[in-house]
Structures are given as C-alpha cells and as structure tokens.
C-alpha cells in the first residue's frame, strides 16, 4: 500500500510540475510578442508596419523588462489579429490592449518572432 500510495503522489507531483512548466512555456512566449512601451501613444504608428527594418526587443531597466527598440515600426493592428494581440498584451496589465503589430519583429537575439510582435499599450 505504501509503495502504491508514494508512486500515486510522485505521479500527481509530476504531472504538476509538468503543468507548471505548461504555463511557464506559454507566460514566457507571449511575453516574447509582447512588449510595453507607454511612452509612445498609438498616434505615432503608421497604418502600415516597416517590415524592412522591423523592430526588435531588447533588455531596458530592470533585468525582466523588455521593450521595443523601434516603435514607429509598428503599423495598425489588423482586425483579424486585434483579439490575439488583446489576449497577449493583457499579460501585462487589465487595460493593456495591443496598439501596434509588425509581422517581421524580431526577439533579442535578432529571429523573427513566429506571428509577429504587437506593441502593446493602454487604449
């Protein structure tokens, strides 16, 4: 009984910390499209994103904070895309809501970030 009960446990601590990495994995790629910036309003970007010189994420302030390095970069965000980039943005606060997308934006080590990046701020 004894070894049933502890393999039981092990097993339920297990699929924890799987879950726990889950959501880590998940938390840790929409922090990598996503980024705030609240210095620069929606009214600087284009309509249309540069995607000759994309933006870039880089390491600001504190260790854990990110932001773009090109805002202006930014074009709108494409209607079929507003609801991803809400979802995503919101990571970073209740009032947060994606201002800004660029499909080419690139990470901190200089890839292309699979669907983009979304300059996130308060509407």
């Given amino acids: 009984m004894t070894f049933i009960s502890i393999r039981t446990d092990f097993l339920s601590a297990t699929r ?19 980024c705030s910036n609240f210095n620069a309003g ?3 970007m284009s309509d249309l994103p540069d995607l000759q010189n ?3 994420l880089f390491r600001a302030g504190g ?3 990110l ?11 494409p ?3 507003q609801a991803r980039g809400n979802t995503i943005c ?3 606060g209740q009032d947060v ?11 901190q080590n200089g890839k292309q970030i699979p669907g983009g990046g979304y300059y996130c701020g308060r509407a």
């Fill in 16 to 34: 924890f910390l799987r879950s726990l990495a889950l959501v880590n994995s998940l938390l840790m790629a929409l922090a990598l499209s996503a």
């Fill in 97 to 107: 809501v994606a201002l800004g997308y660029n499909p080419n934006a690139l990470d």
């Fill in 42 to 44: 929606a009214g600087t």
């Fill in 63 to 65: 260790a854990n904070q």
């Fill in 90 to 92: 919101s990571i970073l």
């Fill in 54 to 56: 994309p933006p870039r």
């Fill in 67 to 77: 932001e773009w390095d090109r805002p202006a970069a930014f074009g709108r965000v």
């Fill in 79 to 81: 209607s079929h895309l």
